[in-house]
């Protein structure tokens, strides 16, 4: 019997326009065997979160770059709350330690800077999945 193939979904919310280590994340997470869908920049909570139920992903992994990360993640973990939509999520971008420690204590499973390899990405991923099943 063959392995579930992961489907992680990748979004850029918010008006940050730099998209290349989002990009660099899909086609890497791709490269490990995942199936990746990227939203494109400029995505409003609403339209992740909806993005996310049309594809049936299995992970959520935004990427911020705006300082606006806290925000963000409230908004979008508060409309799956009321949608009753349980999916993990990770972060990606240039995020001060105090606001990764802030995003884990409400949900995120992983936070990850500058510096921070597909590998490690990958295996996170893995895990948080395993979990779930």
């Known amino acids: 019997m063959s392995?579930?193939?992961?489907?992680?979904?990748?979004?850029k919310p918010g008006l940050d326009g730099h998209d290349r280590g989002a990009k660099v994340v899909a086609r890497g997470?791709?490269?490990?065997?995942?199936?990746?869908?990227?939203?494109?920049?400029?995505q409003t909570p609403e339209m992740i979160v909806q993005a996310a139920m049309q594809e049936d992903v299995d992970i959520i992994g935004l990427s911020i770059l705006s300082?606006?990360?806290?925000?963000?993640?409230?908004?979008?973990?508060?409309?799956?709350?009321?949608?009753k939509i349980k999916k993990p999520m990770f972060v990606g971008g240039v995020i001060p330690p105090d606001d990764a420690k802030k995003l884990t204590k409400s949900g995120i499973?992983?936070?990850?800077?500058?510096g921070s390899t597909i590998g490690e990405i990958s295996q996170k991923i893995k895990k948080v999945?395993?979990?779930?099943n």
């Open 109 to 114: 499973k992983a936070v990850f800077g500058p």
């Open 67 to 83: 300082g606006a990360h806290i925000p963000l993640v409230t908004a979008i973990q508060s409309i799956m709350k009321k949608q």
């Open 129 to 132: 999945i395993s979990k779930k």
């Open 29 to 42: 997470l791709r490269d490990e065997g995942f199936e990746v869908i990227y939203t494109g920049l400029h």
């Open 3 to 11: 392995e579930k193939i992961v489907r992680v979904l990748i979004a």
